[in-house]
């Protein structure tokens, strides 16, 4: 009989699968990182506990593409700087991706935000200009010229921090306690210089980013970089608390919480 592909895979094909995805080489990306202060109150409250803001009010844009085999990827992310239990990171709001395999495994294993979107990093000699867009909004755009290249950092060690959980089945709540995921990176950088331009942000009622203002510009850089992660379960989180907060997750909130429609299938 012919393989039936819906079908359930052997030990051996899962272990493989396993293997394969552990023994990645590095993959390097070019990208475009905007970290700018802004207001201490609009960013403290896009976050949910526990959840604390940090010290300053940064908000980083990070605008990448990134030469996958095959598939060239862009990858976003606009993350407001937090802290959670005395370990500082940052709590991304979105992070658009141009392909779906991206998307699903970021969302379902780490519960990051990701959302289909169009990523562009273009260069023309030291001329720059990266954007993120959904739904025809460019509500990112960093633009500028290159002034010089940079000292290249040592590895560094990133957090991010995300919140995973699931929708309950009849729209009320969740179906069981979330959980705050702690997603460390090492980084490496091969290639960094500095830009001097500006971060325009743009109205968009599905990513509105525009309610973090730029109140001072901190730094813009075009580098390329690779980096690993891992991430960790660092405690269940309220579902009251973080109910507020879940829109943040998705165009129509509302989707998630009327149930399916009648007929659906």
Not at 92 to 102: D, F, W, Y
Not at 116 to 121: D, N
Request: hydrophobic residues 40%; aromatic residues 6%; glycine residues 8%.
């Amino acid at each position: 009989m012919a393989r039936v592909r819906y079908g359930a895979r052997t030990e051996a094909e899962i272990q493989a699968a396993r293997s394969a995805s552990s023994k990645l080489p590095d993959i390097w990306s070019t990208g475009v990182v905007a970290v700018w202060e802004s207001d201490p109150d609009t960013v403290a409250a896009v976050l949910p506990p526990p959840l604390k803001p940090a010290e300053r009010p940064l908000v980083r844009a990070n605008i990448s593409k990134v030469d996958l085999p095959g598939y060239p990827l862009g990858a976003g992310s606009v993350a407001v700087a937090a802290v959670h239990d005395g370990q500082e990171g940052w709590y991304p709001l979105v992070m658009p991706m141009t392909h779906e395999r991206a998307l699903i495994g970021g969302r379902e294993v780490f519960g990051e935000p990701k959302k289909l979107g169009e990523v562009t990093v273009e260069r023309d000699g030291p001329v720059v200009r990266a954007s993120l867009a959904r739904h025809r909004i460019a509500f990112v755009e960093v633009r500028g010229t290159v002034e010089g290249p940079l000292p290249l950092p040592e590895p560094t060690r990133k957090t991010d921090f995300y919140f995973k959980f699931l929708p309950a089945v009849d729209g009320a709540g969740f179906d069981a306690d979330p959980v705050l995921v702690h997603c460390v990176r090492n980084e490496k950088v091969r290639k960094l210089e500095r830009i001097a331009g500006e971060v325009v942000l743009r109205e968009s009622a599905y990513d509105p980013v525009a309610d973090l203002p730029v109140r001072r510009l901190v730094e813009i850089t075009i580098g390329e970089k690779t980096t690993d992660q891992k991430g960790r379960v660092a405690e269940r989180v309220s579902a009251q608390a973080l109910l507020p907060y879940i829109h943040q997750r998705y165009d129509d909130p509302q989707q998630i919480l009327d149930g399916p429609p009648q007929g659906s299938v």
